[in-house]
């Protein structure tokens, strides 16, 4: 084996790879752990002879590029670093962890074990997302170093996600969507999210990536001019005071771009916070607070600053961490610009995230960070919580801005903006939460739904009367008001039911019925429940009548039949369904889709020349969506094993379908009659809904028309945008 090495080690793009590693990663290391890093190096060399290829090339090139990732742009140290070169081999059994026990320090050997925990979830099981997401939370309250290793891993399969087949493309950009990305954002790592949005855009919908990409790179040369004539007064004002100071100006992310034109429904140019100008002081940690608030007042002097937008995260620093001040100044013309002002310190954790943290040791963000994994550890300690609500309030607390509110004895509490006072009840103390009946808020009295403000004063009313209510879910947003809730709802549950089960078993003795598992199931499938707990809570709570039951199972004794509730086949499902996208089978749309068992899905329209998906449903067949579908994420990362490949058959019968475009312009007389006659009358495309609204001068509508394919939708696109008075036309979004 040894001779085989030799021969790979002759590999120069192998040696170049191992070099750039060690360039990066040796500034930190000593000596010895240089040495420990080699060694495991020529582990994994021996290792990989023996083992399957990934992502196309040798294993040890994936290793290697994590590896790095975990050195340069996450600044970890030996034990992770030695762990992304290891665990593709260890986990695979090539590599033993007895046989590297004597030689590789215990830390590495616990990383190893929690990434496998991890990465060996069967990602085809229904909600296995949620599933995934609740052991990332465990691992990470653990050692928050298998998380990053982790997220490394994910990064670099999504920069070498062309060498993977398209239905891998999907599943992995959805779980980068749904779980990594959002997860590197709350720790802080902003360019590993940003980069991973980027990518997932680019894969799911390379037409809307291009788009933007293209318009940055139309733009680029007066977007300079505008930073350097923004930046030129403040950097000589600065040198002039004798502080030391980089300013750059860095333009918003494309899926960030992407994102807003969407949500506004605007167009490029109308996006106006393209960039954000920054500055990056050289201080002391003493001195830091002052620093920032000097720079400001610079900024200030020259600029007229906006006192609302004015975001003060040096004094209370965000859950995960992040310092700075950001202020948004107006220049002559009128255009609004924001500015970041922090330390070299503060954008170190800014860009790195909890990965800088083993060198910056305390501070208000560490504070802030341990916060975070007690509110993580109080979620999991609930003793059954739903795969799927794990990640719906993980999500929800992720994006959410914060709002900073006071005890009555002047303690400072954090929360997402729109919590409610029920959510700071439950933040004091679940029985707090659960007997709460309003509270006063600056010495006024307020209801539990009431939506605490920024710098409210709240103190709790309770009362021994009260108990939680279904109800309170639809109003509060914190993980731990809702987990609590939800605990106390189901608690409340199982002791009705209780008291139904005796009921019904009192009756079945007068009926002379046997209380027997037989008879409940025949009852539970009758009533479509789910358990015999949902059958005796709905006997307890008067929604079911016991006769109606009896009546049930006197006629089915009678007549010897049970009628099955209908369902999807398992056995069907597995033959139809492609785990995870991976079969080479596709479910093949054609013409005659009134004789199939699938349909086109409502949220998204798919049109002949989408790319599309199927999605098994119950009860109603396949949909079939679009790839760009805004449900498509959630779709197949939460249920990946209900996910068929599809595509569109190559059929000489014209189908048409309904495709919706918006379109906006200017109100002058006869512009709609225009727009029909190139629709109806150039292009021979019949209409089927038109709707149109006016205000101050202009207008703005969607008309949805039928189409043959998406050559025949663009074509349709151009022509409608050259009418005068057209502004801008695009293909509705739903």
Not at 107 to 113: F, M
Not at 116 to 131: L, M, R, V
Request: proline share 3%; hydrophobic share 40%.
């Amino acid at each position: 084996m040894t001779g085989n090495r030799n021969e790979l080690l002759k590999d120069s793009r192998l040696l170049n790879t191992y070099r750039g590693l060690i360039r990066v990663a040796s500034p930190n290391l000593e000596k010895e752990e240089v040495q420990l890093l080699r060694k495991a190096f020529l582990l994994s060399a021996d290792a990989c002879l023996n083992r399957q290829k990934k992502l196309g090339e040798l294993t040890i090139y994936h290793s290697l590029g994590v590896a790095r990732i975990v050195a340069e742009e996450m600044g970890l140290g030996l034990h992770s670093i030695v762990s992304a070169l290891l665990f593709d081999f260890i986990s695979d059994g090539t590599i033993k962890s007895s046989d590297i026990k004597t030689d590789f320090p215990g830390r590495i050997i616990d990383i190893i074990e929690g990434l496998s925990k991890i990465s060996g979830i069967d990602t085809y099981k229904s909600d296995n997302q949620g599933e995934k997401l609740r052991s990332l939370l465990v691992t990470l309250s653990a050692d928050i170093r298998v998380i990053l290793v982790k997220l490394a891993d994910r990064v670099y399969y999504m920069r070498n996600l062309d060498r993977l087949d398209r239905g891998e493309q999907l599943r992995i950009t959805s779980e980068i969507l749904y779980i990594y990305a959002p997860l590197a954002h709350r720790l802080g790592l902003y360019n590993i999210k940003t980069e991973m949005e980027d990518l997932a855009l680019k894969f799911t919908d390379h037409k809307s990536y291009r788009f933007v990409a293209v318009k940055l790179k139309e733009t680029k040369a007066s977007r300079d001019r505008f930073i350097r004539d923004f930046i030129k007064p403040l950097k000589d004002e600065l040198n002039a005071q004798g502080i030391e100071a980089e300013i750059t100006g860095r333009t918003k992310s494309i899926h960030s771009i992407w994102s807003k034109m969407k949500r506004q429904n605007v167009d490029f140019e109308e996006i106006y916070d393209l960039f954000a100008i920054r500055i990056i002081i050289k201080s002391q940690p003493k001195n830091e607070k002052a620093d920032c608030w000097k720079v400001y007042s610079i900024v200030t002097d020259f600029y007229q600053p906006n006192p609302n937008r004015l975001r003060d995260w040096i004094s209370i620093p965000k859950s995960n961490a992040y310092e700075a001040l950001h202020t948004t100044v107006v220049v002559p013309g009128g255009r609004w610009v924001e500015v970041q002002i922090r330390t070299e310190r503060m954008d170190e954790i800014a860009e790195k995230g909890l990965a800088a943290h083993w060198k910056y040791k305390g501070g208000e963000g560490e504070r802030a960070l341990e916060q975070w994994f007690i509110k993580i550890r109080e979620v999991l300690e609930n003793p059954e919580p739903d795969a799927s609500d794990i990640i719906d309030d993980f999500k929800i607390s992720l994006y959410n801005k914060e709002i900073f509110v006071f005890t009555p004895k002047g303690d400072l509490k954090k929360f997402p903006a729109g919590a409610t006072v029920l959510d700071f009840a439950f933040d004091v103390h679940s029985d707090i939460g659960a007997s709460c009946v309003g509270a006063k808020v600056n010495g006024k009295s307020a209801p539990i739904r009431y939506i605490m403000n920024n710098g409210d004063k709240v103190e709790i009313i309770t009362s021994k009367s009260q108990k939680p209510k279904q109800d309170w879910l639809q109003f509060v947003v914190t993980t731990k008001a809702r987990t609590k809730i939800r605990q106390a709802l189901q608690e409340q549950k199982l002791a009705q039911a209780e008291s139904g089960k005796e009921i019904l078993k009192r009756r079945f003795r007068n009926w002379k019925i046997e209380f027997e598992d037989q008879n409940i199931n025949t009852v539970i499938r009758h009533y479509k429940l789910k358990t015999a707990t949902d059958l005796y809570f709905k006997i307890a709570t008067d929604k079911i009548d016991p006769l109606d039951i009896k009546e049930l199972l006197t006629s089915k004794e009678q007549t010897g039949e049970i009628k099955q509730v209908e369902k999807i086949d398992e056995q069907l499902i597995d033959k139809i369904v492609s785990p995870g996208l991976k079969h080479d089978d596709y479910l093949v749309i054609d013409n005659k889709l009134d004789k199939m068992v699938y349909r086109l899905a409502k949220c998204c329209n798919p049109i002949y020349g989408d790319e599309i998906f199927g999605f098994v449903t119950v009860g109603e067949g396949i949909t079939i969506h679009r790839i760009s579908c805004p449900n498509a994420a959630r779709l197949i990362s939460k249920y990946g094993y209900r996910v068929v490949k599809a595509q569109w058959s190559d059929t000489e019968k014209q189908v048409y379908l309904p495709a919706t475009i918006r379109i906006t312009g200017i109100d002058d007389i006869g512009i709609l009659s225009r727009i029909s006659d190139v629709i109806s009358q150039d292009l021979k495309v019949n209409m089927r809904s038109v709707q149109v609204s006016s205000d101050e001068g202009m207008f703005e509508g969607t008309i949805t028309l039928f189409v043959k394919d998406t050559s025949h939708l663009d074509v349709l696109i151009r022509r409608i945008s050259k009418i005068k008075g057209v502004l801008h036309v695009s293909r509705l979004e739903l």
